[in-house]
Protein backbone atom coordinates (compact mmCIF):
# COMPACT_ATOMS: atom_id res chain seq x y z
CA UNK A 1 0.00 0.00 0.00
CA UNK A 2 2.94 2.17 1.08
CA UNK A 3 4.19 1.59 -2.68
CA UNK A 4 1.01 2.64 -4.44
CA UNK A 5 0.35 5.23 -2.38
CA UNK A 6 4.16 6.96 -3.27
CA UNK A 7 2.86 6.02 -6.92
CA UNK A 8 -0.66 7.25 -7.13
CA UNK A 9 -0.30 10.30 -4.33
CA UNK A 10 0.90 12.78 -6.75
CA UNK A 11 -1.46 11.64 -9.25
CA UNK A 12 -4.69 12.10 -7.69
CA UNK A 13 -2.94 15.23 -6.13
CA UNK A 14 -1.86 17.04 -9.45
CA UNK A 15 -5.74 16.18 -11.01
CA UNK A 16 -7.28 17.62 -7.63
CA UNK A 17 -5.43 20.27 -7.89
CA UNK A 18 -6.01 20.76 -11.70
CA UNK A 19 -9.72 21.88 -10.92
CA UNK A 20 -8.77 23.48 -6.92
CA UNK A 21 -7.57 25.97 -8.99
CA UNK A 22 -9.85 27.13 -10.35
CA UNK A 23 -12.76 26.64 -7.97
CA UNK A 24 -13.93 28.85 -4.99
CA UNK A 25 -11.13 31.16 -5.81
CA UNK A 26 -10.90 34.82 -6.85
CA UNK A 27 -8.51 35.43 -9.89
CA UNK A 28 -7.44 38.92 -11.18
CA UNK A 29 -7.18 38.97 -15.32
CA UNK A 30 -3.99 41.34 -15.93
CA UNK A 31 -3.94 41.20 -19.85
CA UNK A 32 -6.81 42.05 -21.81
CA UNK A 33 -9.69 40.98 -19.40
CA UNK A 34 -10.92 42.34 -16.62
CA UNK A 35 -10.79 41.09 -13.03
CA UNK A 36 -12.90 37.86 -13.28
CA UNK A 37 -14.77 35.79 -10.36
CA UNK A 38 -15.02 32.08 -10.47
CA UNK A 39 -17.16 30.71 -8.32
CA UNK A 40 -17.71 27.13 -6.95
CA UNK A 41 -20.73 25.60 -8.40
CA UNK A 42 -23.43 24.90 -6.40
CA UNK A 43 -24.21 21.80 -4.91
CA UNK A 44 -20.88 20.02 -5.82
CA UNK A 45 -18.94 18.18 -3.30
CA UNK A 46 -15.39 19.51 -3.59
CA UNK A 47 -13.66 16.23 -3.34
CA UNK A 48 -10.16 18.07 -3.84
CA UNK A 49 -10.60 20.09 -0.89
CA UNK A 50 -11.31 17.57 1.04
CA UNK A 51 -8.16 15.26 -0.24
CA UNK A 52 -5.97 18.19 0.45
CA UNK A 53 -7.35 18.07 4.15
CA UNK A 54 -7.03 14.86 5.21
CA UNK A 55 -3.54 14.87 4.02
CA UNK A 56 -2.97 17.67 6.07
CA UNK A 57 -4.88 16.51 9.03
CA UNK A 58 -4.18 13.11 8.78
CA UNK A 59 -1.25 11.81 7.04
CA UNK A 60 1.22 9.51 8.69
CA UNK A 61 4.23 12.25 8.36
CA UNK A 62 4.42 15.95 8.27
CA UNK A 63 3.82 17.63 5.25
CA UNK A 64 4.75 20.48 3.86
CA UNK A 65 1.34 21.55 1.65
CA UNK A 66 2.91 24.48 0.22
CA UNK A 67 5.87 22.66 -1.20
CA UNK A 68 3.63 19.96 -2.20
CA UNK A 69 1.16 22.07 -3.78
CA UNK A 70 4.14 24.24 -5.43
CA UNK A 71 5.40 21.05 -7.39
CA UNK A 72 2.69 19.63 -8.41
CA UNK A 73 1.10 22.97 -10.03
CA UNK A 74 3.69 23.05 -12.82
CA UNK A 75 3.05 19.09 -13.34
CA UNK A 76 -0.22 20.12 -14.09
CA UNK A 77 -0.01 22.62 -16.26
CA UNK A 78 2.59 20.05 -18.41
CA UNK A 79 -0.34 18.53 -19.21
CA UNK A 80 -1.95 21.35 -21.12
CA UNK A 81 -0.26 23.38 -23.96
CA UNK A 82 3.75 24.23 -23.73
CA UNK A 83 2.67 28.17 -23.27
CA UNK A 84 0.43 27.58 -20.17
CA UNK A 85 3.34 27.86 -17.19
CA UNK A 86 3.26 28.75 -13.23
CA UNK A 87 4.99 31.81 -12.22
CA UNK A 88 6.35 31.37 -8.55
CA UNK A 89 6.05 34.30 -6.40
CA UNK A 90 9.48 34.77 -6.07
CA UNK A 91 10.09 35.13 -10.38
CA UNK A 92 6.66 36.97 -10.84
CA UNK A 93 8.02 40.48 -10.00
CA UNK A 94 10.78 39.87 -12.70
CA UNK A 95 8.69 38.78 -15.20
CA UNK A 96 5.92 41.48 -15.12
CA UNK A 97 9.21 44.25 -15.21
CA UNK A 98 9.28 43.01 -18.68
CA UNK A 99 5.93 43.37 -19.68
CA UNK A 100 5.36 46.67 -17.71
CA UNK A 101 8.86 48.46 -18.93
CA UNK A 102 10.44 49.57 -15.64
CA UNK A 103 11.35 48.22 -12.50
CA UNK A 104 13.54 49.85 -9.81
CA UNK A 105 17.20 50.44 -9.29
CA UNK A 106 20.01 52.47 -9.16
CA UNK A 107 20.20 52.68 -13.31
CA UNK A 108 23.70 51.28 -14.60
CA UNK A 109 24.40 48.13 -17.06
CA UNK A 110 27.00 46.28 -15.75
CA UNK A 111 28.80 43.11 -17.11
CA UNK A 112 30.71 40.76 -14.65
CA UNK A 113 34.70 40.96 -15.42
CA UNK A 114 37.19 39.28 -13.91
CA UNK A 115 35.06 38.65 -11.15
CA UNK A 116 34.56 42.37 -10.73
CA UNK A 117 31.21 44.10 -11.65
CA UNK A 118 32.19 46.84 -14.21
CA UNK A 119 29.22 49.29 -15.32
CA UNK A 120 29.43 49.20 -19.29
CA UNK A 121 26.84 52.05 -19.60
CA UNK A 122 24.83 54.72 -17.49
CA UNK A 123 20.82 55.24 -18.13
CA UNK A 124 19.92 59.01 -18.84
CA UNK A 125 18.50 60.84 -16.33
CA UNK A 126 18.74 57.74 -13.93
CA UNK A 127 20.03 57.94 -9.86
CA UNK A 128 23.69 57.00 -11.13
CA UNK A 129 23.87 59.18 -13.62
CA UNK A 130 22.47 62.09 -11.48
CA UNK A 131 25.51 61.60 -9.03
CA UNK A 132 28.23 61.53 -11.49
CA UNK A 133 28.67 57.61 -11.97
CA UNK A 134 30.60 56.95 -15.12
CA UNK A 135 30.70 54.05 -17.34
CA UNK A 136 33.91 52.29 -17.15
CA UNK A 137 33.18 52.55 -13.20
CA UNK A 138 33.94 49.67 -10.63
CA UNK A 139 31.28 48.36 -7.81
CA UNK A 140 33.96 46.88 -5.29
CA UNK A 141 31.89 47.22 -2.60
CA UNK A 142 27.88 47.45 -1.32
CA UNK A 143 27.17 48.76 2.13
CA UNK A 144 30.87 48.92 3.27
CA UNK A 145 31.31 45.10 2.73
CA UNK A 146 33.25 43.84 -0.29
CA UNK A 147 31.31 42.96 -3.43
CA UNK A 148 34.14 41.14 -5.59
CA UNK A 149 35.29 37.49 -6.38
CA UNK A 150 34.27 34.25 -8.18
CA UNK A 151 30.89 33.99 -5.98
CA UNK A 152 29.42 37.50 -8.10
CA UNK A 153 26.42 36.33 -10.44
CA UNK A 154 24.53 38.66 -12.42
CA UNK A 155 21.45 37.60 -10.42
CA UNK A 156 22.76 38.51 -7.39
CA UNK A 157 24.11 41.77 -8.36
CA UNK A 158 20.77 42.58 -9.63
CA UNK A 159 19.19 41.44 -6.47
CA UNK A 160 21.55 43.69 -4.45
CA UNK A 161 20.98 46.78 -6.88
CA UNK A 162 17.27 46.96 -7.72
CA UNK A 163 14.68 47.50 -4.55
CA UNK A 164 12.14 49.17 -4.12
CA UNK A 165 11.87 52.92 -5.06
CA UNK A 166 13.16 55.74 -2.88
CA UNK A 167 15.37 53.18 -1.12
CA UNK A 168 19.38 53.64 -0.83
CA UNK A 169 22.03 51.35 -1.10
CA UNK A 170 25.76 52.67 -0.67
CA UNK A 171 28.24 51.35 -2.76
CA UNK A 172 32.05 51.93 -3.05
CA UNK A 173 33.63 52.96 -6.74
CA UNK A 174 36.80 52.19 -8.33
CA UNK A 175 37.57 54.48 -11.15
CA UNK A 176 40.26 54.62 -13.60
CA UNK A 177 42.76 57.79 -12.33
CA UNK A 178 41.04 57.75 -9.27
CA UNK A 179 43.77 56.85 -5.93
CA UNK A 180 40.38 55.58 -3.88
CA UNK A 181 37.19 53.99 -3.50
CA UNK A 182 34.44 57.00 -4.27
CA UNK A 183 32.13 56.25 -1.83
CA UNK A 184 28.24 56.93 -3.27
CA UNK A 185 24.71 56.24 -1.94
CA UNK A 186 22.38 55.58 -4.22
CA UNK A 187 18.44 56.81 -4.23
CA UNK A 188 16.69 54.14 -6.46
CA UNK A 189 14.27 55.07 -8.79
CA UNK A 190 12.08 54.05 -12.15
CA UNK A 191 14.46 52.74 -14.32
CA UNK A 192 12.44 52.13 -17.75
CA UNK A 193 13.18 48.93 -20.02
CA UNK A 194 13.55 50.51 -23.95
CA UNK A 195 11.43 47.96 -25.81
CA UNK A 196 12.32 50.17 -28.82
CA UNK A 197 16.38 49.50 -29.35
CA UNK A 198 16.96 52.02 -32.15
CA UNK A 199 14.66 54.27 -34.68
CA UNK A 200 17.28 56.00 -36.98
CA UNK A 201 17.50 57.33 -40.50
CA UNK A 202 19.20 54.38 -42.17
CA UNK A 203 18.78 56.20 -45.79
CA UNK A 204 17.52 59.75 -46.34
CA UNK A 205 14.29 58.03 -47.22
CA UNK A 206 13.88 55.20 -44.86
CA UNK A 207 13.50 55.15 -41.06
CA UNK A 208 14.37 52.10 -39.28
CA UNK A 209 13.20 50.72 -36.23
CA UNK A 210 14.20 47.91 -34.01
CA UNK A 211 11.62 46.54 -31.58
CA UNK A 212 12.87 43.95 -28.55
CA UNK A 213 9.36 43.42 -27.46
CA UNK A 214 5.66 44.46 -26.98
CA UNK A 215 5.49 45.74 -23.38
CA UNK A 216 3.13 48.15 -22.06
CA UNK A 217 5.98 51.11 -22.66
CA UNK A 218 6.11 49.72 -26.31
CA UNK A 219 3.00 51.82 -28.13
CA UNK A 220 4.65 54.88 -26.43
CA UNK A 221 8.43 54.12 -28.12
CA UNK A 222 6.59 53.31 -31.01
CA UNK A 223 4.82 56.56 -31.96
CA UNK A 224 7.99 58.77 -30.85
CA UNK A 225 10.20 56.91 -33.03
CA UNK A 226 7.75 57.57 -36.00
CA UNK A 227 7.26 60.83 -34.94
CA UNK A 228 11.21 61.84 -34.81
CA UNK A 229 11.90 59.62 -38.48
CA UNK A 230 9.14 61.52 -40.01
CA UNK A 231 10.80 65.01 -39.03
CA UNK A 232 13.66 63.40 -40.05
CA UNK A 233 12.01 63.00 -43.82
CA UNK A 234 11.42 58.99 -43.49
CA UNK A 235 8.89 58.39 -45.79
CA UNK A 236 8.86 54.54 -45.77
CA UNK A 237 9.85 52.02 -42.90
CA UNK A 238 11.93 48.93 -42.13
CA UNK A 239 10.15 47.71 -38.59
CA UNK A 240 12.40 44.99 -37.01
CA UNK A 241 10.76 42.30 -35.36
CA UNK A 242 14.02 39.48 -35.21
CA UNK A 243 14.46 37.91 -31.90
CA UNK A 244 11.42 39.58 -30.58
CA UNK A 245 9.58 36.66 -28.52
CA UNK A 246 5.98 39.14 -28.01
CA UNK A 247 4.35 40.43 -25.38
CA UNK A 248 1.35 42.07 -24.94
CA UNK A 249 -1.88 41.43 -27.75
CA UNK A 250 -2.97 44.67 -27.38
CA UNK A 251 0.02 46.55 -27.60
CA UNK A 252 0.58 45.38 -31.29
CA UNK A 253 -2.72 45.61 -32.56
CA UNK A 254 -2.76 49.40 -31.36
CA UNK A 255 0.66 49.82 -33.25
CA UNK A 256 -0.39 47.86 -36.44
CA UNK A 257 -3.77 50.24 -36.51
CA UNK A 258 -1.27 52.94 -37.37
CA UNK A 259 -0.46 51.08 -40.53
CA UNK A 260 -3.63 50.06 -41.48
CA UNK A 261 -6.83 51.79 -43.45
CA UNK A 262 -10.56 52.24 -41.56
CA UNK A 263 -11.91 48.64 -41.17
CA UNK A 264 -9.04 46.55 -41.98
CA UNK A 265 -8.86 42.92 -39.74
CA UNK A 266 -6.05 42.97 -38.02
CA UNK A 267 -6.37 39.58 -35.98
CA UNK A 268 -9.05 37.71 -34.04
CA UNK A 269 -9.24 35.08 -31.16
CA UNK A 270 -11.66 32.60 -30.40
CA UNK A 271 -11.65 29.80 -27.84
CA UNK A 272 -13.80 27.34 -25.81
CA UNK A 273 -15.29 29.78 -23.57
CA UNK A 274 -14.66 32.74 -25.80
CA UNK A 275 -16.68 34.14 -28.59
CA UNK A 276 -14.83 35.37 -31.56
CA UNK A 277 -13.93 38.59 -31.27
CA UNK A 278 -12.59 41.00 -33.98
CA UNK A 279 -10.29 43.53 -33.85
CA UNK A 280 -10.15 45.83 -36.87
CA UNK A 281 -8.29 49.22 -37.49
CA UNK A 282 -9.70 52.58 -36.66
CA UNK A 283 -8.39 54.76 -39.78
CA UNK A 284 -6.78 57.09 -37.02
CA UNK A 285 -3.06 55.71 -38.21
CA UNK A 286 -0.64 58.06 -38.70
CA UNK A 287 1.42 55.62 -41.17
CA UNK A 288 -1.30 54.47 -43.60
CA UNK A 289 0.71 55.97 -46.50
CA UNK A 290 4.16 54.85 -45.69
CA UNK A 291 5.56 51.98 -47.35
CA UNK A 292 6.40 49.31 -44.86
CA UNK A 293 8.77 46.42 -44.71
CA UNK A 294 8.83 43.95 -41.16
CA UNK A 295 12.14 41.95 -40.59
CA UNK A 296 11.39 38.52 -38.94
CA UNK A 297 13.19 35.14 -37.85
CA UNK A 298 12.55 32.13 -36.09
CA UNK A 299 12.72 33.98 -32.83
CA UNK A 300 9.90 36.45 -33.76
CA UNK A 301 7.01 34.98 -32.03
CA UNK A 302 3.31 35.60 -30.72
CA UNK A 303 2.43 39.66 -30.86
CA UNK A 304 5.35 39.42 -33.39
CA UNK A 305 3.29 37.30 -35.59
CA UNK A 306 0.56 39.07 -34.54
CA UNK A 307 2.27 41.57 -36.53
CA UNK A 308 3.82 40.38 -39.60
CA UNK A 309 0.28 38.30 -40.00
CA UNK A 310 -1.32 41.26 -39.98
CA UNK A 311 0.64 43.32 -42.41
CA UNK A 312 0.96 40.10 -44.95
CA UNK A 313 -2.92 39.07 -45.52
CA UNK A 314 -3.82 42.88 -45.87
CA UNK A 315 -0.77 43.10 -48.45
CA UNK A 316 0.37 46.66 -46.59
CA UNK A 317 3.97 45.28 -46.59
CA UNK A 318 6.69 43.29 -47.53
CA UNK A 319 7.52 40.21 -44.94
CA UNK A 320 11.24 39.59 -45.28
CA UNK A 321 13.14 37.26 -43.49
CA UNK A 322 13.29 33.55 -42.49
CA UNK A 323 9.92 31.71 -41.50
CA UNK A 324 8.49 33.09 -37.71
CA UNK A 325 8.60 30.76 -34.18
CA UNK A 326 5.20 29.85 -34.38
CA UNK A 327 3.37 30.73 -31.33
CA UNK A 328 -0.57 31.23 -31.96
CA UNK A 329 -2.21 31.37 -28.53
CA UNK A 330 -3.44 33.97 -26.12
CA UNK A 331 -2.80 33.64 -22.41
CA UNK A 332 -4.28 35.73 -19.83
CA UNK A 333 -1.75 36.23 -16.17
CA UNK A 334 -4.01 35.03 -13.22
CA UNK A 335 -2.95 36.41 -9.99
CA UNK A 336 -3.16 33.92 -6.79
CA UNK A 337 -2.91 35.80 -2.90
CA UNK A 338 0.51 34.60 -1.85
CA UNK A 339 2.27 36.93 -5.21
CA UNK A 340 2.35 33.53 -7.27
CA UNK A 341 0.90 33.67 -10.81
CA UNK A 342 -0.77 31.45 -14.00
CA UNK A 343 -0.59 31.98 -17.43
CA UNK A 344 -2.87 29.89 -19.07
CA UNK A 345 -4.59 29.63 -22.51
CA UNK A 346 -7.94 30.74 -22.99
CA UNK A 347 -7.76 31.04 -26.88
CA UNK A 348 -6.13 31.03 -30.46
CA UNK A 349 -5.60 33.86 -32.64
CA UNK A 350 -5.96 34.23 -36.04
CA UNK A 351 -4.47 36.53 -38.77
CA UNK A 352 -7.07 38.62 -41.23
CA UNK A 353 -7.04 35.49 -43.80
CA UNK A 354 -8.53 33.20 -40.86
CA UNK A 355 -5.20 31.54 -40.26
CA UNK A 356 -3.84 29.77 -36.94
CA UNK A 357 -0.23 30.14 -37.17
CA UNK A 358 0.58 28.21 -34.10
CA UNK A 359 2.41 24.88 -34.47
CA UNK A 360 2.10 21.50 -33.66
CA UNK A 361 2.68 20.06 -29.95
CA UNK A 362 1.65 17.07 -28.54
CA UNK A 363 -0.56 18.09 -24.68
CA UNK A 364 2.35 16.98 -22.19
CA UNK A 365 4.93 15.85 -24.86
CA UNK A 366 7.01 19.42 -24.94
CA UNK A 367 9.98 17.69 -25.73
CA UNK A 368 9.26 17.83 -29.98
CA UNK A 369 7.95 21.72 -29.97
CA UNK A 370 11.36 22.45 -27.28
CA UNK A 371 13.49 21.38 -30.19
CA UNK A 372 11.70 22.47 -33.43
CA UNK A 373 13.87 25.41 -34.05
CA UNK A 374 17.36 23.03 -33.82
CA UNK A 375 15.26 20.15 -35.81
CA UNK A 376 14.50 23.62 -38.30
CA UNK A 377 18.56 23.78 -38.50
CA UNK A 378 19.29 20.84 -39.20
CA UNK A 379 17.23 19.99 -41.89
CA UNK A 380 18.45 23.32 -43.30
CA UNK A 381 15.34 25.30 -43.31
CA UNK A 382 18.04 28.54 -42.10
CA UNK A 383 19.98 27.90 -45.54
CA UNK A 384 17.28 26.68 -48.27
CA UNK A 385 14.13 27.81 -48.45
CA UNK A 386 12.70 24.60 -50.02
CA UNK A 387 13.83 22.91 -47.08
CA UNK A 388 10.75 24.84 -45.01
CA UNK A 389 8.03 21.89 -44.46
CA UNK A 390 4.65 23.76 -42.67
CA UNK A 391 2.62 21.16 -41.10
CA UNK A 392 -0.79 23.14 -42.80
CA UNK A 393 -1.62 22.31 -46.82
CA UNK A 394 -4.98 24.52 -45.99
CA UNK A 395 -4.54 27.63 -48.44
CA UNK A 396 -5.73 30.99 -47.30
CA UNK A 397 -6.07 34.23 -49.28
CA UNK A 398 -4.68 38.12 -48.66
CA UNK A 399 -6.94 40.54 -49.50
CA UNK A 400 -5.44 40.56 -52.41
CA UNK A 401 -5.63 36.95 -53.04
CA UNK A 402 -2.21 35.99 -52.47
CA UNK A 403 -1.94 31.95 -51.14
CA UNK A 404 -0.97 32.44 -47.54
CA UNK A 405 -0.41 28.51 -45.55
CA UNK A 406 -1.22 28.60 -41.49
CA UNK A 407 0.33 26.08 -38.98
CA UNK A 408 3.76 26.62 -38.35
CA UNK A 409 4.81 30.04 -38.29
CA UNK A 410 4.66 33.54 -40.74
CA UNK A 411 6.59 32.27 -44.08
CA UNK A 412 8.53 35.92 -45.22
CA UNK A 413 7.04 36.77 -48.47
CA UNK A 414 10.95 36.76 -49.72
CA UNK A 415 13.28 34.30 -47.61
CA UNK A 416 16.68 35.48 -46.59
CA UNK A 417 18.96 32.81 -45.66
CA UNK A 418 21.26 33.25 -42.84
CA UNK A 419 24.63 34.72 -43.57
CA UNK A 420 27.23 31.95 -44.00
CA UNK A 421 29.99 34.25 -45.45
CA UNK A 422 32.99 34.46 -43.90
CA UNK A 423 31.94 31.84 -41.46
CA UNK A 424 34.63 29.62 -39.39
CA UNK A 425 35.07 26.89 -36.88
CA UNK A 426 37.73 29.64 -35.67
CA UNK A 427 35.11 32.57 -35.68
CA UNK A 428 32.71 30.83 -34.25
CA UNK A 429 34.81 29.78 -31.51
CA UNK A 430 35.54 33.67 -30.89
CA UNK A 431 32.01 34.29 -30.76
CA UNK A 432 30.91 31.62 -28.66
CA UNK A 433 33.64 32.06 -25.98
CA UNK A 434 32.88 35.62 -26.12
CA UNK A 435 36.45 36.85 -26.82
CA UNK A 436 35.47 39.17 -29.14
CA UNK A 437 32.97 41.33 -26.60
CA UNK A 438 35.70 40.60 -23.91
CA UNK A 439 38.50 42.00 -26.21
CA UNK A 440 36.02 45.28 -27.14
CA UNK A 441 35.10 45.95 -23.13
CA UNK A 442 39.18 45.48 -22.40
CA UNK A 443 40.15 48.01 -25.25
CA UNK A 444 37.18 50.60 -24.53
CA UNK A 445 38.51 50.48 -20.76
CA UNK A 446 41.74 51.38 -21.29
CA UNK A 447 41.42 54.24 -24.24
CA UNK A 448 38.12 55.24 -22.68
CA UNK A 449 38.97 59.22 -23.07
CA UNK A 450 40.57 58.55 -26.61
CA UNK A 451 37.63 56.89 -27.67
CA UNK A 452 35.31 59.79 -25.89
CA UNK A 453 36.06 61.90 -28.25
CA UNK A 454 34.17 60.99 -31.47
CA UNK A 455 30.75 61.95 -31.07
CA UNK A 456 29.61 60.17 -33.93
CA UNK A 457 30.21 56.33 -34.88
CA UNK A 458 30.82 57.57 -38.78
CA UNK A 459 34.02 59.15 -37.10
CA UNK A 460 34.73 56.42 -34.31
CA UNK A 461 34.80 53.45 -37.17
CA UNK A 462 37.11 56.03 -38.82
CA UNK A 463 39.39 55.68 -36.13
CA UNK A 464 39.12 52.52 -35.20
CA UNK A 465 39.99 51.50 -39.03
CA UNK A 466 43.23 53.28 -38.14
CA UNK A 467 44.03 50.34 -35.60
CA UNK A 468 44.76 46.83 -36.04
CA UNK A 469 41.97 45.34 -33.70
CA UNK A 470 41.61 41.54 -35.80
CA UNK A 471 44.93 40.94 -34.84
CA UNK A 472 44.82 42.28 -31.65
CA UNK A 473 41.34 39.99 -30.87
CA UNK A 474 43.48 37.34 -31.85
CA UNK A 475 46.31 37.91 -29.69
CA UNK A 476 43.86 38.21 -27.05
CA UNK A 477 41.99 35.27 -27.60
CA UNK A 478 45.34 33.21 -27.86
CA UNK A 479 45.78 34.46 -24.18
CA UNK A 480 42.60 32.95 -23.36
CA UNK A 481 43.41 29.49 -25.07
CA UNK A 482 42.23 29.27 -28.56
CA UNK A 483 45.19 28.87 -30.64
CA UNK A 484 45.32 31.80 -33.81
CA UNK A 485 44.29 30.51 -36.30
CA UNK A 486 45.56 31.83 -39.60
CA UNK A 487 43.24 30.34 -42.41
CA UNK A 488 40.33 31.00 -40.23
CA UNK A 489 41.32 34.56 -39.03
CA UNK A 490 41.60 35.40 -43.12
CA UNK A 491 38.18 33.96 -43.93
CA UNK A 492 36.75 35.31 -41.26
CA UNK A 493 38.67 38.85 -41.08
CA UNK A 494 35.65 40.95 -42.15
CA UNK A 495 32.77 39.53 -39.68
CA UNK A 496 35.66 39.64 -36.82
CA UNK A 497 36.45 43.47 -37.79
CA UNK A 498 32.59 44.23 -38.01
CA UNK A 499 31.66 42.52 -34.98
CA UNK A 500 34.25 44.16 -32.74
CA UNK A 501 33.51 47.47 -33.99
CA UNK A 502 30.16 47.40 -33.59
CA UNK A 503 30.78 46.10 -29.89
CA UNK A 504 33.43 48.72 -28.98
CA UNK A 505 30.99 51.94 -30.65
CA UNK A 506 28.36 50.51 -28.13
CA UNK A 507 30.75 50.60 -25.11
CA UNK A 508 31.21 54.48 -26.01
CA UNK A 509 28.23 55.39 -28.03
CA UNK A 510 25.36 53.03 -27.31
CA UNK A 511 22.89 51.51 -29.62
CA UNK A 512 22.95 54.04 -31.42
CA UNK A 513 25.89 53.07 -32.78
CA UNK A 514 25.58 49.56 -32.68
CA UNK A 515 23.09 48.69 -34.95
CA UNK A 516 23.95 51.02 -37.87
CA UNK A 517 27.28 49.35 -37.83
CA UNK A 518 25.72 45.81 -37.96
CA UNK A 519 23.18 46.83 -40.47
CA UNK A 520 26.05 47.99 -43.07
CA UNK A 521 26.28 43.86 -43.69
CA UNK A 522 22.80 43.11 -42.76
CA UNK A 523 21.72 40.55 -45.28
CA UNK A 524 18.11 40.97 -44.49
CA UNK A 525 17.89 44.47 -44.14
CA UNK A 526 20.08 45.22 -47.56
CA UNK A 527 17.18 43.23 -48.69
CA UNK A 528 14.46 45.04 -47.55
CA UNK A 529 16.17 48.25 -48.78
CA UNK A 530 16.05 46.94 -52.34
CA UNK A 531 12.69 46.10 -51.97
CA UNK A 532 11.46 49.56 -50.76
CA UNK A 533 13.19 51.08 -53.49
Known amino acids: ?13 AGSLCVGVFIGNIF ?47 NILAQLDPHSVYI ?69 VMKTLRGKKGTK ?15 YTITRGDI ?9 MITPRTGYIKINV ?44 ELLPKNSLIVYTEGKTMPREDFRADGSGACQKMKVAVLIDEWSASASEIFAGAIQDNDRGAIIGRRSFGKGLVQTQIAF ?18 RSIQKHYDKGDDADYENDIANRYLHGEFDVKDSIKQADTVQYRTRKGRVVYGGGGIMPDYFVPRDTLGQSAYFNKLVNYSYIYQFAFDYADRNRQTLKEYRTWQELIAYLHTQNLVNEVAQYA ?18 IENLTFAYISRLVLGDEAFYPILNERDKTVLKALELLK
Open 214 to 257: FSARTYDEFMAAISKLKTDGAEQLIIDLRGNPGGAMDIAIAMIN
Open 478 to 495: ESKGVKKNIVGLRKSEKQ
Open 28 to 74: TFVATHPVTIINKPKGSYNKINALLDLIDRDYVDSVDMRVLMEDAIP
Open 192 to 200: PINSVDIAY
Open 1 to 13: MNSRTKILLPLII
Open 337 to 354: PDSSALRLTIARYYTPSG
Open 88 to 156: PASDLQGVNEGMEGSFSGIGVQFNIQNDTVMIVAVIPNGPSEKLGIQAGDRIVTVADTAFVGGKITNEG
Open 169 to 183: VKVGIKRTGAKDLIP
